[in-house]
């Protein structure tokens, strides 16, 4: 007998038994299915497969193979939470500032697209961008360190601290450094630490939707300063600190997001200067300084480094130019605030796992980390530069304000009357993921708007496919 038609014969032999077994019941095993039919080790194995592709049989490599039990078997009744609903919104009427998230910004960035799409929502580096096999050589290092599965300081391992210390520069010491896991949570602790439930933030307009999403989540009432090419403008700062009495500022002054802009060297003074005044905080989110490109010149220093008087807290991370998943930031801060920072992130955190810490002090001081660096720069100018002039090629009608020499992404300006979910809806559907404005905003947008992410390709190919695709997104929509 041919093996296919002997697979199909013992399919039907053992379907036409299953009524023996309970649901969740154990099958003979293959040996002895094969003794007892007289049948190849094969045979059976395709048998079973076929029975489970049907889902009458789960197998389970070790254990054999067993009844399935009937959908919804051994679920929980569904239940009645509406309840929720009233508990949840009962307090509501004492809050200055619902709690509920949208956190439909964040998740834009995070989840994968369906396969087949071009990612221009992404907001990490594509994974030929990323040091894999240095990030594993330094975690295999590290995990050959003695007492690398023993408890870390709270405040993060000290070499670690030091690094990042130096890399901020002016007279930020290892001593004012917490080790955090990731820009968010860095972000996170600090707007717990330094405004209560229902107080302003002064935040940059547009920004990243994440930080608007820890504002709200924290009960806080998000202020928009309006940003331009040359970054926020510090007279609508100033008068955004009179009107609402806030004592917390957040800004990116290194190629801005969504904006690409960077502070200029005029208003960063004026910046601080006003803070000072207010009685008030900076939070720097230094996010994406080593994503700079290859022909950007000299970078300002961050504003941390020309601080004397403890009004900049410092956020900085590896991820951005690194992975997802290696999720090891600082903060920095001087004065009294340092300690309640450090009580929160103890609170919420513990500490930042150590393996992971011992794996970033191996990266960064291996002579893999300043070629991929390099290698990055290069290869992210190029993306820009293949961005960029596809869209002014194909696209001229989305105007493109502000070139960045730094990030991963250009902000896009569309026609006036756009309907901007339309345009993402449809440049899915035509094939390439885009992040539509809307959610970079506190309030009401002056414009429609979509970013582009260039970080998350495989390359200029890919870039000049997805422009084209979103071309034809267009064209359905604006006419």
């Known amino acids: 007998m041919h093996e296919r038609s002997s697979v199909g014969e013992l399919t039907r032999k053992l379907r036409g038994e299953l009524d023996r077994y309970s649901p969740g019941g154990k099958l003979p095993s293959s040996r002895a299915l094969v003794e007892r039919f ?3 080790p094969v045979t059976v194995s395709r048998a079973l497969a076929q029975l489970a592709a049907e889902g009458l049989v789960v197998t389970r490599p070790g254990a054999g193979a067993f009844r399935a039990r009937p959908p919804g078997a051994g679920a929980a009744a569904a239940g009645d939470t509406s309840w929720q609903e009233v508990t949840l919104s009962a307090d509501a009427a004492t809050e200055v500032a619902p709690r509920s998230v949208d956190a439909a910004g964040v998740l834009a960035t995070l989840a994968a697209p369906p396969p ?3 990612e221009f929502s992404g907001g990490y580096l594509h994974s030929s961008l990323q040091p894999e096999r ?18 870390p300081p709270a405040e993060g391992l000290p070499e670690l601290r030091e690094w990042f210390a130096r890399g901020i520069g002016g007279a930020i010491t290892a001593a004012e450094i917490l080790i955090t896991a990731g820009g968010q949570s860095a972000l996170t602790t600090t707007l717990r630490a330094l405004a209560p439930p229902g107080a302003p933030v002064l935040l940059e307009s547009p920004t990243y939707p994440g930080l608007l999403a820890i504002a709200r989540a924290a009960g806080l009432r998000p202020v928009p300063v309006p940003v331009d090419t040359d970054g926020v403008r510090p007279d609508l700062l100033a008068a955004a600190f009179r009107a609402t009495g806030a004592r917390v500022f957040v800004c990116q002054p290194l190629f801005q997001n969504p904006t690409g802009a960077v502070l200029s060297a005029e208003r960063r003074p004026e910046v601080l200067r006003i803070a000072r005044e ?8 230094d996010f994406v300084r080593r994503l700079v490109h290859d022909d950007a010149g000299p970078l300002p220093r961050p504003l941390a480094s020309d601080d004397a008087d403890g009004v900049v807290v410092h956020v900085c991370s590896l991820t951005k130019a690194t992975s997802p998943s ?7 801060a001087r004065g009294p605030v340092l300690e309640r920072l450090r009580a929160i992130q103890v609170v919420d955190h513990f500490f930042v796992p150590r393996p992971l810490q011992e794996a970033a002090l191996e990266l960064v001081g291996s002579p893999a980390w300043p070629r991929h660096l390099r290698t990055v720069a290069v290869e992210l100018r190029d993306r820009r530069d293949a961005m960029s002039a596809a869209l002014r090629l194909r696209l001229p009608e989305l105007a493109l304000p502000h070139v960045p020499v730094g990030g991963y992404h250009l902000w896009l300006r569309l026609p006036d009357g756009t309907d901007e979910p339309a345009l993402a809806a449809a440049a899915l559907r035509a094939g390439v993921a885009v992040a539509p404005g809307r959610p970079y ?5 002056p414009a429609g708007h979509l970013r582009v992410s260039f970080a998350a390709l495989a390359g200029p190919g890919e870039i000049t496919e997805g422009v084209r695709r979103l071309r034809a997104a267009c064209d359905e929509v604006l006419g």
Do not use: I, N
Not at 135 to 144: D, E
Not at 326 to 332: C, M
């Open 326 to 332: 290696f999720r090891v930031s600082a903060l920095a």
């Open 116 to 118: 087949g799409v071009v």
């Open 278 to 285: 207010a009685g008030a905080f900076v939070v720097e989110d």
């Open 38 to 40: 007289r049948v190849s």
């Open 441 to 445: 905003f506190a309030a009401e947008p």
């Open 134 to 151: 240095a990030m594993a050589a330094a975690l295999a290092r590290a995990g050959r360190r003695p007492g690398v599965w023993d408890r």
